[in-house]
């Protein structure tokens, strides 16, 4: 007896435990149902006589799903008889596959009536003849997803249209984190070679002139604001030993704090094309001096050709013995007159010699050499002294020879003028460094006021009695074109050097 009683009592306990946890369980999904974010519905299946299924009869909502249907209360009533717009999207005969197939739907729609204007993804799953369906209003989750999606694809079109190539510094590596594409494959400047790559092993395709510039440029942006925009002209080395130009602009991408920059973006273009059509541009107005020169040089050419000839008129009347004074007075205006044009001749050859340049590699040293050999009539006749320090002879630069030598004459010639007969010297100096090769020369001639220093490279200024400023213009300009760098220093009655800093074909 007393073990029945016992096998009782154990099965109304474990009953009672089934019971609490069915009350529980019940209580945990009621609570899930009343407090999500999702629409939920219970639908019964209503039937045809002949079996085929007729609608769906909502048993059980929760309170969002009550809002979406805003005046109407679904709660007891059949889908058809709520739900038009769900028949016109195709839901109502989802819900019928699923109950017919036992297979669940999840399926996005958009709704743009009511003044709605939402997207809306919905599951639905069978039990026995229950369907049981959740809505979710996913539209902002959608339009994120768009964002994004056309975002991607912005990006993707800006990457692949481009006409510049987009580099991200990434500054807690210092190297490329990002580049959108090739720069210029056959010197090795591929995305494969170049992304990762940290940037001290980049340096050394960006000319030696620019890195100071670039190095300068990076200082400059990660001090900038985020709206600013910089910008800097460099030059890369693309084939062999040319160069090419190339427009670097550069933005902060992202920051770690108000003072830190983590990355910047640079957008890289090659404008060698540009500035050929600037250089062409330049010729051209080369071009327009020369003819300025040209109606110069016709016009001095009047007064001393008018001498020459009245000279010789005289000559031919007066030449006779006894007449040997007044004839040396007529030599003296024929050698005078024929002096100034040969000055006026020299200038206007100099200014008019602007072929395109040829750059080689050649020795410097040669080159002065042989530009000292075309100057020698003149630095004897003047008795001027020349004296040549060669740091080294076997510095390289690229340069047109012929094109260089002019210009070098013309600065040797100067020098020689401004020196004193049987007294000057002229000094001559080659300093070769790792990237650069320095060329000196100094006279100890008159030397030059501050105000001419400033102006002795300008078109047409000139401070000799028969000259027409066009000399040292052409050499800047031919200077330019071997891109090297000329400073002039000098002081009255001390002398003056110019100071060339060439590139150094070796580095």
Same mark, same amino acid.
Request: charged share 25%; net charge neutral; glycine share 4%.
């Given at each position: 007896?007393?073990?029945?009683?016992?096998?009782?009592?154990?099965?109304? $306990?474990?009953?009672?435990?089934?019971?609490?946890? #069915?009350?529980?369980?019940?209580?945990?999904?009621?609570?899930?149902?009343?407090?999500?974010?999702?629409?939920?519905?219970?639908? $019964?299946?209503? %039937?045809?006589?002949?079996?085929?299924?007729?609608?769906?009869?909502?048993?059980?909502?929760?309170?969002?799903?009550?809002?979406?249907?805003?005046?109407?209360?679904?709660?007891?009533?059949?889908?058809?008889?709520?739900?038009?717009?769900? !028949?016109?999207?195709?839901?109502?005969?989802?819900?019928?596959?699923?109950?017919?197939?036992?297979?669940?739907?999840?399926?996005?729609?958009?709704? #743009?009536?009511? =003044?709605?204007?939402?997207?809306?993804?919905?599951?639905?799953?069978?039990?026995? #003849?229950?369907? /049981?369906?959740?809505?979710?209003?996913?539209?902002?989750?959608?339009?994120?997803? @768009?964002?994004?999606? @056309?975002?991607?694809?912005?990006?993707?079109?800006?990457?692949?249209?481009?006409?510049?190539?987009?580099?991200?510094?990434?500054?807690?590596?210092?190297? !490329?984190?990002?580049?959108?594409?090739?720069?210029?494959?056959?010197? =090795?400047?591929?995305?494969?070679?170049?992304?990762?790559?940290?940037?001290?092993?980049?340096?050394?395709? /960006?000319?030696?002139?620019?890195?100071?510039?670039?190095?300068?440029?990076?200082?400059?942006?990660?001090?900038?604001? #985020?709206?600013?925009?910089?910008? /800097?002209?460099?030059?890369?080395?693309?084939?062999?030993?040319?160069?090419?130009?190339?427009?670097?602009? =550069?933005?902060?991408?992202?920051?770690?704090?108000?003072?830190? !920059?983590?990355? %910047? !973006?640079?957008?890289?273009?090659?404008?060698?094309?540009?500035?050929?059509?600037?250089?062409?541009?330049?010729?051209?107005?080369?071009?327009?001096?020369?003819?300025?020169?040209?109606?110069?040089?016709?016009?001095?050419?009047?007064?001393?050709?008018?001498?020459?000839?009245?000279?010789?008129?005289?000559?031919?009347?007066?030449?006779?013995?006894?007449?040997?004074?007044?004839?040396?007075?007529?030599?003296?205006?024929?050698?005078?007159?024929?002096?100034?044009?040969?000055?006026?001749?020299?200038?206007?050859?100099?200014?008019?010699?602007?072929?395109?340049?040829?750059? $080689?590699?050649?020795?410097?040293?040669?080159?002065?050499?042989?530009?000292?050999?075309?100057?020698?009539?003149?630095?004897?006749?003047?008795?001027?002294?020349?004296?040549?320090?060669?740091?080294?002879?076997?510095?390289?630069?690229?340069?047109?020879?012929?094109?260089?030598?002019?210009?070098?004459?013309?600065?040797?010639?100067?020098?020689?003028?401004?020196?004193?007969?049987? $007294?000057?010297?002229?000094?001559?100096?080659?300093?070769?460094?790792?990237?650069?090769?320095?060329?000196?020369?100094?006279?100890?001639?008159?030397?030059?006021?501050?105000?001419?220093?400033?102006?002795?490279?300008?078109?047409? %200024?000139?401070?000799?009695?028969?000259?027409?400023?066009?000399?040292?213009?052409?050499?800047?300009?031919?200077?330019?074109?071997?891109?090297?760098?000329?400073?002039?220093?000098?002081?009255?009655?001390? =002398?003056?050097?110019?100071?060339?800093?060439?590139?150094?074909?070796?580095?």
């Amino acid at each position: 007896m007393s073990k029945l009683f016992n096998k009782l009592r154990f099965k109304r $306990k474990r009953n009672l435990e089934h019971h609490c946890h #069915d009350i529980a369980s019940k209580r945990l999904l009621q609570t899930v149902f009343d407090t999500t974010n999702q629409g939920i519905a219970v639908f $019964k299946t209503i %039937y045809h006589n002949e079996g085929g299924i007729k609608d769906f009869r909502f048993i059980k909502i929760n309170k969002v799903l009550q809002e979406m249907y805003l005046d109407v209360d679904p709660l007891g009533k059949t889908y058809l008889e709520t739900s038009r717009y769900g !028949v016109e999207l195709g839901i109502f005969d989802a819900l019928k596959n699923v109950m017919l197939t036992g297979n669940s739907m999840e399926q996005e729609f958009h709704f #743009d009536k009511e =003044g709605y204007n939402n997207w809306f993804k919905m599951t639905v799953k069978s039990q026995d #003849d229950l369907l /049981i369906a959740t809505i979710e209003d996913i539209t902002i989750r959608k339009s994120e997803s @768009e964002h994004l999606q @056309e975002t991607l694809r912005f990006k993707t079109q800006l990457e692949h249209t481009s006409p510049e190539t987009i580099l991200i510094i990434n500054l807690d590596s210092y190297s !490329v984190r990002y580049i959108n594409k090739d720069i210029f494959p056959d010197a =090795g400047m591929t995305v494969e070679r170049i992304q990762g790559t940290p940037l001290t092993e980049i340096l050394p395709f /960006i000319h030696p002139q620019d890195r100071e510039k670039i190095i300068a440029f990076h200082k400059k942006l990660i001090k900038s604001d #985020d709206q600013d925009i910089l910008e /800097i002209e460099l030059r890369l080395k693309l084939r062999g030993i040319s160069w090419e130009w190339f427009s670097v602009r =550069g933005k902060i991408f992202e920051r770690r704090d108000a003072h830190w !920059v983590s990355e %910047y !973006v640079l957008l890289v273009r090659n404008i060698t094309e540009q500035k050929n059509t600037q250089e062409a541009l330049l010729k051209a107005e080369r071009l327009s001096i020369q003819g300025e020169v040209a109606r110069i040089f016709a016009h001095e050419l009047r007064n001393p050709l008018a001498s020459i000839g009245m000279a010789c008129d005289i000559l031919n009347k007066k030449f006779a013995p006894g007449k040997e004074e007044q004839v040396a007075n007529y030599l003296g205006i024929i050698s005078r007159s024929t002096k100034t044009l040969n000055n006026l001749v020299n200038n206007l050859l100099d200014s008019s010699n602007y072929t395109s340049p040829e750059l $080689k590699r050649e020795n410097l040293a040669e080159i002065l050499d042989q530009t000292i050999e075309r100057a020698s009539d003149r630095i004897y006749l003047a008795g001027i002294t020349v004296r040549k320090n060669y740091e080294s002879s076997d510095c390289y630069i690229l340069a047109d020879k012929e094109k260089l030598i002019i210009a070098l004459l013309n600065i040797i010639v100067n020098a020689s003028e401004a020196t004193t007969p049987e $007294k000057g010297i002229i000094e001559i100096e080659i300093t070769q460094h790792t990237t650069n090769c320095v060329l000196s020369i100094r006279d100890n001639g008159h030397g030059l006021k501050p105000d001419e220093i400033n102006r002795i490279f300008d078109a047409f %200024y000139t401070n000799k009695n028969t000259g027409v400023g066009v000399g040292l213009t052409s050499v800047k300009n031919i200077l330019e074109e071997h891109d090297a760098q000329i400073k002039v220093d000098s002081k009255p009655q001390v =002398g003056t050097c110019f100071k060339i800093t060439f590139h150094n074909a070796e580095s």
